[in-house]
């Protein structure tokens, strides 16, 4: 069971005033909105009345032409008030699309500009279900849910006008069941606000976890985990299940109780009217225009309780958008922050620490100099810390002591994103996007005429074997890779950072066995591209590297030795030691 109410009252009013906010870009025509609901609300009154004054007016005895007259304006009426329903309802959804259009492209670009520390916490099926579900909550209540409860308010105070304007104590009796109605939907809705949001987080969760397992279904498979994932799916499904058959158990409650107010208020009106009309306190006229008030009274009511699950479903979804929208976006630049448009490819880390989690330390007092178009391989076992030395530099973390220079500048007080343009990545798990060869390549830079992308694939190795796939460069590729070998990912990834052509090159060396022919061109392509550059590797297997400038040997986030192959095949220390470890297991 839940443990507390999740959709606080707090919450819940700054939720609803900032839908409002989006909402008051469309003044004009929530303007509309508004006065075609209250004519159609001051319509839906005039009937009933009208109803009365004609059963009264036929006791005292009125002609054929006269009731024609009658018969005549009450078309008019029921046919302009459907007409003005028709209008609100048109409009209103003309809103409500134009809202979540905007709130949707805030919600995205946002998270384009989240930092990547946001996304390692999520799962990313979990994110997407806030772009789609919940939007799509927020979406549907506010086509109409909105005019349900002007419309349900103006409604009910019109209606209570005019009856205590007809008979003061019909009106009263008729009213003693609102306290119980209210005390009702209370403890109702104290219920179903923490299910609804519950089912929105379980929803989410389980997207998640199935978004997690379709793409993971390799490894799920190799490791023969499937009764496992299974499991788990289970019991989030069945969360999933329990807080849905709550809040829709709850909420269910709410016509219920609804119509049976009704029917109490019904019986008060039809047996206390009768005795009232009987003493000729009250006309019959007046009876038939309250038992029709009586069921719109309730009616508003009604609809605004049936609406009230999915309101509550909504303010819940709108809330999991707006917790995303408050994210902090990846640090600002300062404003004297530089643009820098070239680079030689100085890099110097100077005493550097750096920790994810406040108690462990990660990178600690780690100092380097890498001259211009130097090769630095970084070893160390797994968890030693190299791809963080890589996010540090690509600024996805900042340093907590100590500086990076590139070029003699702090990277601090350089912007972002002209220090990313001027690097580019390999890594073992090369990104496609879904689209065709030639515009996953162009990704590298996004003005490259269609010459210089065929001219960076030839140059990276890859030209021979896009032009064996059966649309060429216009073949469109899945996000997976699927269709092309890991090889062949890497090569393209390798054409698109030759396309990028930037001063410095950082590669995480494939693990991955791959074919001797693919190996070759790869290692070919690569040579070609770090020619010039400074080049950061990621070593697994240490004879790649053997070439390289400068090896820095990391061990728990410290730099234990550095030096060159030879030097440090001399020091006999945990290098060497790591290279004969791979000969014997044959690595290399
Ligand atoms: P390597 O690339 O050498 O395998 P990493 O730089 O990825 O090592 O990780 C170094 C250490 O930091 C590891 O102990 C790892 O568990 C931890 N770590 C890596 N990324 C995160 C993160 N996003 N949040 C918290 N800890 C992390």
Known sequence: MLSKPSVKKRNMKRTLLRIWSYMAEEKGLFVLVVIMVIVSSVLSLAGPYLMGVAV???ISGWNGSQLLTMLVWLVIIYAAQSGT?????YWMIGIAQNVVFTMRNALFSHLQKLPISFFQKRQHGELMSRLTNDMENVSRTLNSAVIQIITSTLTLAGTVAVMLWLSPL?????????PVMFAGMKWITNRT???????????????GYIEETLTGQRIVKMYSQEERVIESFEEKNAA????????????????KLMNMLNNVSFAIII????????????????????????RQFTRPLNDLANQFNMILSAIAGADRVFQVLDEEVEGKDEGSAYEISSLKGEIVFDSVSFSYEKEVATLKNVSFHVSPGQTVAIVGPTGAGKTTIISLLTRFYDADEGAIFVDGMDITKVKRDSL???????????????????ENIRYGRLDASDDEVVEAAKTANAHEFIMKLPRGYDTVLDAEGGGISHGQCQLLAIARAILANPALLILDEATSSIDTITEMKI?????????????????????????????LVLKDGRIIEQGSDEELLKLSGFYADLVKTQRQKGVI
């Open 56 to 58: 009264d007016s036929l």
């Open 85 to 89: 329903v028709f209008l609100q309802g």
């Open 170 to 178: 019909l009106t009263v009796l008729t009213l003693t069941i609102v």
């Open 193 to 207: 606000g923490k299910y609804f949001k519950e089912q929105q987080r379980t929803l989410g969760d389980l997207n």
């Open 240 to 255: 999933l299940k329990t807080s849905s058959y709550w809040a829709q158990t709850y909420s269910g409650f709410i016509p």
């Open 271 to 294: 047996g206390i009217g009768g005795i009232l009309a009987i003493k000729e306190i009250v006309s019959i006229g007046v009876i038939v225009t309250f038992v029709t008030y009586s």
């Open 420 to 438: 990313r343009k001027n690097m580019a990545f390999v890594l073992q798990d090369s990104v496609l996007f879904q689209t065709n060869v030639m």
């Open 523 to 551: 290692t070919d392509a690569l040579n070609k591209l770090m020619q010039g550059r400074t080049s950061f590797v990621i070593a697994h297997r240490l004879n790649t590297i053997q070439n390289a400038d400068s090896i």
